[in-house]
């Protein structure tokens, strides 16, 4: 199978599996969300950052080292799997130690045992992380499904039973540990692949020298992504902490998934032409425009309608949140563009840059932070946003360097998918605010109505400007 066909092939499977893993969690948090209060899922909000580092940690970027490897023995895989389930470990005891001072941070005393239970997961996620490393080094997304929807159904209903029966805020706890287990259960049996427990120093030498820096880079931008509610979790409400992460969920719902999903592909794809500079270049090009074609009308047009999605989706008793979605609907158009960009850093081999341009940008974050937190949680927004933009600019220095694909063309490629995506949503932001002025129209045709109208026009003026992202993207859909 060609480089073309694989990309195809790798993209459909991985696209059903991070796609169909939503829909089942997205229809899942829309039951939970009606049971449970916002205080109970801004407990979880609290402890995410916990979770995210110790998740960073524990990979210490060996995953992406073993992806990069042509030659990648056995010997190598047990090497990092064995390290993988001595630091998961090792940070459960940490977390499990320390949960009293996290809770008392927050001021919240049920964090101790919530903590405690929840960072199991750590424990179970390590048994499965090289079986997921080698599949998708091998662009074998289907099997990656077939073990990861079943375990979010039956631990979905698990999590909604335990909701009806009373259990608040630990039915997401062991809904958690409930599809850890199955996934990585799923995972084994699935896998032809079984550690020969034998460690190498040489080989963890070798893949911590590249991992390390992946590693510390990592852990400095999930420390920041979750930030936020570690600072509204510490200043503010629980309440307003599950509403900042139920805003943040939802616009991660088209976001991140299109991302990872083209980035599990991606990756290793890019790995195979790294050394061929003018192919690297076009295929990220084309991609990134692809994902930016997709991305930006779904957030401009959810984001028009943010108060009556909120309303039907998950209750009236979500309101607050709808407007701190809109904001982030804004900064998610430019997440694409971070994560390429360092993709290049990746495959390259340029961990070292990697890390370079981490330190850059969370420094500028943390002081636009800083200086917004005092104003409220809307200008801390508003800074997220201003920190994105300043970020895009400093990723794309060295892919500049590299591929000779600097800022300013690649704003140039995108600005038109933009503009179009904004003036898309302005007329759904109209739509939905005639239909508001008329009575009797039901909450479902406030939403879907702006939203089809918006659609349509979108991909009507994109094939009359002929916006070559959306030839792309019909050619993937079609197989062509």
């Known amino acids: 199978m060609n480089l073309r066909k694989k990309t195809i092939s790798g993209l459909l499977w991985t696209f059903g599996q991070q796609f169909g893993a939503q829909l089942v969690g997205f229809a899942v948090s829309l039951v939970l969300a009606r049971i449970l209060i916002p205080e109970e899922f801004g407990l979880i909000g609290m402890i995410t950052v916990f979770m995210a580092i110790g998740q960073t940690l524990i990979d210490a970027g060996f995953s992406q080292s073993l992806i990069r490897s042509e030659g990648a023995s056995r010997v190598d895989y047990s090497t990092v799997f064995i390290f993988n389930i001595i630091c998961s470990l090792c940070f459960y005891g940490i977390i499990f130690l320390s949960a009293p001072l996290i809770a008392s941070f927050y001021q919240q005393p049920l964090l101790v045992e919530i903590l405690r239970v929840y960072s199991i997961s750590f424990v179970i996620n390590a048994f499965s992380t090289i079986q997921l490393t080698i599949l998708t080094k091998n662009l074998d997304f289907k099997t990656q499904l077939l073990a990861t929807i079943p375990s979010l159904i039956i631990s979905g209903i698990f999590g909604v039973l335990l909701a009806h029966k009373g259990f608040g805020v630990w039915s997401l706890v062991y809904m958690t540990l409930t599809r850890s287990f199955l996934t990585s259960l799923q995972l084994w049996l699935r896998s032809k692949w079984r550690p020969t427990f034998s460690f190498s120093w040489e080989s963890f030498r070798t893949h911590f020298h590249f991992?390390?820096?992946?590693?510390?880079?990592?852990?400095?931008?999930?420390?920041?992504?979750?930030?936020?509610?570690?600072?509204?979790?510490?200043?503010?409400?629980?309440?307003?902490?599950?509403?900042?992460?139920?805003?943040?969920?939802?616009?991660?719902?088209?976001?991140?998934?299109?991302?990872?999903?083209?980035?599990?592909?991606?990756?290793?794809?890019?790995?195979?032409?790294?050394?061929?500079?003018?192919?690297?270049?076009?295929?990220?090009?084309?991609?990134?425009?692809?994902?930016?074609?997709?991305?930006?009308?779904?957030?401009?047009?959810?984001?028009?309608?943010?108060?009556?999605?909120?309303?039907?989706?998950?209750?009236?008793?979500?309101?607050?949140?709808?407007?701190?979605?809109?904001?982030?609907?804004?900064?998610?158009?430019?997440?694409?563009?971070?994560?390429?960009?360092?993709?290049?850093?990746?495959?390259?081999?340029?961990?070292?840059?990697?890390?370079?341009?981490?330190?850059?940008?969370?420094?500028?974050?943390?002081?636009?932070?800083?200086?917004?937190?005092?104003?409220?949680?809307?200008?801390?927004?508003?800074?997220?946003?201003?920190?994105?933009?300043?970020?895009?600019?400093?990723?794309?220095?060295?892919?500049?360097?590299?591929?000779?694909?600097?800022?300013?063309?690649?704003?140039?490629?995108?600005?038109?998918?933009?503009?179009?995506?904004?003036?898309?949503g302005f007329v759904s932001f109209k739509i939905n605010g005639f239909c508001h002025s008329v009575s009797g129209i039901p909450l479902f045709v406030k939403v879907s109505l702006p939203v089809l109208v918006g659609g349509i026009t979108y991909f009507l003026f994109a094939r009359l400007f002929k916006i070559s992202a959306l030839y792309n993207a019909l050619n993937i859909i079609l197989r062509k």
């Not at 990134?288 to 009556?308: E, K, N, T, Y």
């Not at 009236?316 to 971070?338: E, N, R, V």
């Open 211 to 424: 991992g390390y820096k992946l590693t510390i880079a990592g852990l400095i931008d999930t420390i920041f992504k979750n930030i936020y509610q570690v600072v509204i979790g510490r200043f503010f409400s629980p309440s307003q902490v599950g509403f900042y992460t139920r805003a943040d969920t939802l616009k991660q719902l088209p976001v991140s998934n299109l991302s990872n999903a083209l980035n599990k592909v991606t990756y290793p794809i890019f790995a195979t032409i790294k050394d061929d500079d003018s192919r690297l270049k076009s295929a990220y090009k084309q991609i990134m425009q692809m994902v930016v074609f997709i991305i930006s009308p779904v957030l401009c047009l959810l984001g028009s309608v943010a108060d009556d999605l909120f309303i039907l989706l998950f209750t009236d008793k979500w309101l607050p949140a709808a407007p701190y979605f809109q904001i982030m609907c804004l900064i998610g158009i430019l997440y694409p563009l971070h994560s390429y960009n360092l993709n290049v850093l990746k495959v390259k081999g340029r961990s070292d840059l990697f890390l370079r341009l981490e330190l850059y940008k969370r420094t500028i974050a943390i002081i636009i932070l800083f200086i917004t937190m005092p104003k409220g949680i809307f200008w801390m927004l508003w800074g997220q946003l201003i920190s994105s933009c300043v970020g895009f600019v400093i990723n794309t220095y060295y892919t500049g360097i590299f591929l000779k694909y600097k800022a300013s063309e690649q704003l140039f490629d995108i600005l038109p998918i933009v503009a179009l995506a904004l003036g898309v």
